[in-house]
């Protein structure tokens, strides 16, 4: 889609836009969640965003994720090496942690879009 700005006329020419039907393909098993932290800002993801989750996909390599570790959420980007789960942040800020099994790993399912506002009036902290 062009960046430009439409002609009033372009409004007739489409069929109405559903963003459930964009954000919630498996509507049953998604759902939207606040984040706060900035472990996930270097793909695009910013404290006070809202993520579409959605728990009817399989998690992969590359996946960012809502999991659970040893009884706290985080949302982190999965990846498997040599068969060990890790889950990574994408700040440098923040190490990636290797996930053993003793530490309970629980994947609740899959960050599909994130929401945020480009106003300045969102949650965001210091957003501009």
Sequence with gaps: MPAGFPSPADDQLDAPFDLTQLLFRN???TFLAR???????????????????DRALRPGHGS??????????TLKRLQLRAGQPWLVAENPRYPPLPVSRDMGLVVWGVVTH????????????GRR
């Design 114 to 125: 994130v929401i945020h506002s480009l106003s300045g009036n969102g949650t965001g902290a």
């Design 64 to 73: 960012i994720v809502v999991a659970v570790v040893e009884g706290e959420h």
């Design 27 to 29: 509507p049953a098993s």
């Design 35 to 53: 984040v706060s932290g900035d472990s996930m800002t270097g793909a695009g993801i910013q404290p006070g965003d809202l993520v579409a989750v």
